[in-house]
Nanobody
Framework: VQLQASGGGLVQAGGSLRLSCAAS????????MGWFRQAPGKEREFITA????????YYTNSVKGGFTISRDNIKNTVDLQMNSLEPEDTALYYC??????????????????WGQGTQVTVSS
């Protein structure tokens, strides 16, 4: 599966952005999807994921309550709605995918497929 992320940009603190990831290839609905981010000088961070059906989600504590992941298995897209953004959210955001045999909570951080990243910059 190939992943193409978009929607990054510059936003003021307190603002919102919506990232989108378009997947090409077969059987999108059999993949759990997620997002990582990497801030300058920091390690890559697994922030959220959604199961193959969309019924189960996972959020790391740092984004819980502010970010929402969703997917459309007809359009083969996964979105990340980011609200109440802070300068600490500045990072390169990556869309990721991994085959999921059973539709369970997507807490595992291992993903086989990565998109190219989209930059999010939050100014104070």
């Amino acid at each position: 599966v190939q992943l193409q992320a978009s929607g990054g940009g510059l936003v003021q603190a307190g603002g919102s952005l919506r990232l989108s990831c378009a997947a090409s290839g077969r059987a999108f609905s059999t993949y759990r999807m997620g997002w990582f981010r990497q801030a300058p000088g920091k390690e890559r961070e697994f922030i959220t994921a959604i199961s193959r059906s969309g019924r189960n989600t996972y959020y790391t504590n740092s984004v819980k309550g502010g970010f929402t992941i969703s997917r459309d298995n007809i359009k083969n897209t996964v979105d990340l709605q980011m609200n109440s953004l802070e300068p600490e959210d500045t990072a390169l955001y990556y869309c990721v995918a991994h085959y999921q045999r059973i539709d369970v909570a997507p807490t595992g951080p291992n993903f086989d497929y990565w998109g190219q990243g989209t930059q999010v910059t939050v100014s104070s």
